[in-house]
């Protein structure tokens, strides 16, 4: 029988709900869960290196429910123009496609149904994904690069044009069927400058984010609150040396198995990695 690594030449056509996107590529046919990488430790690591992460720009790495389906966005090489990409798993291994060109951050919902891509989003169809779609106006008048969701429906996002460019971070709940005004978070959230990429815990129990600060290790750091008892949100708490180096770490994310943290690092210009570690390291930070 011929490796699961050698190398193939195929075309791919992932139905987009839009239209089928053919892309002609050749890679290595990968394996198992997560591509068939071997999982972390407590030491963050490149997620599949040479594969999905790379010397060029790949960021905001989202997997479905089922864990079948990583989007991500990735620097085209020859054009440094930003794709949008997607590794699905099938019956005799992984392929990636193309998406589109860039249309925003992807993050899929703690159900599957909604791919949220900033103020846009994509809808669940039979053959893959709607056409895009606009939020509501409450939320379009927010320059939001990224947009996650809790399984309650909660909306937490971030503001780059808010507070003269500083970031900002804003949730919005569902009252009676329908997105309440979107507010801002305290102090303990909103403070530095340029908070941004938040995550929300599909349960709602704690918050992720990037922001810098005069505290913090390096240009960017990831930051982590958790909902208290009385429904409050805790002091900021930083992710420390383990995850936060001198470059800039951003984007969190958990899993939807809960295993891992998945965030990214740029440590010059013009590159960011996609890594990975057990989520343990966030149990850690809880307060006791």
């Not at 790495?61 to 099938?90: R, S």
């Not at 390096?218 to 008892?229: S, V």
Request: aromatic share 10%; charged share 25%; glycine share 10%.
């Amino acid at each position: 029988m011929k490796s699961v690594w050698m190398m193939i030449v195929a075309v791919v056509t992932l139905f987009a709900g839009d239209g089928a996107v053919e892309v002609p590529r050749s890679q290595p046919l990968l394996k198992g869960p997560y591509l068939g990488q071997k999982p972390p430790g407590m030491t963050p690591e490149p997620f599949a290196p040479g594969i999905v992460t790379t010397e060029r720009w790949e960021y905001c790495a989202t997997f479905t429910p089922d864990l079948k389906t990583i989007y991500f966005l990735e620097e085209e090489a020859e054009t440094d123009k930003d794709l949008f990409m997607v590794y699905e798993e099938k019956a005799d291994g992984w392929y990636k496609s193309r998406v589109s060109d860039r249309v925003g951050q992807p993050f899929i919902a703690p159900d599957g149904k909604i791919m949220h891509l900033g103020r846009r989003y994509k809808e669940r169809t039979a053959d893959g994904w709607s056409a895009l779609k606009t939020l509501d106006p409450k939320f379009t008048t927010h320059k939001i690069m990224r947009l996650t969701a809790s399984a309650k429906g909660t909306y937490v996002f971030d503001d780059m044009g808010a507070e003269g460019g500083r970031g900002m971070i804003r949730y919005s709940r569902v009252v009676d069927g329908k997105h309440e005004q979107p507010k801002k978070f305290g102090p303990q959230v909103n403070s530095g400058r340029a908070n941004a990429h938040p995550f929300i815990a599909a349960d709602e129990s704690f918050l992720m984010w990037d922001s810098r600060r005069e505290t913090g290790r390096g240009n960017a750091d990831l930051y982590i609150c958790f909902k208290q008892a009385d429904g409050t949100w805790g002091d900021a708490v930083n992710l420390g040396d383990t995850i936060n180096t001198e470059a800039s770490e951003f984007c969190p994310s958990v899993t939807p198995d809960g295993k891992y943290l998945v965030f990214h690092r740029s440590v010059k210009r013009g590159t960011a990695d996609i890594m990975w570690v057990d989520a343990k390291i966030l149990e850690q930070l809880r307060p006791k």
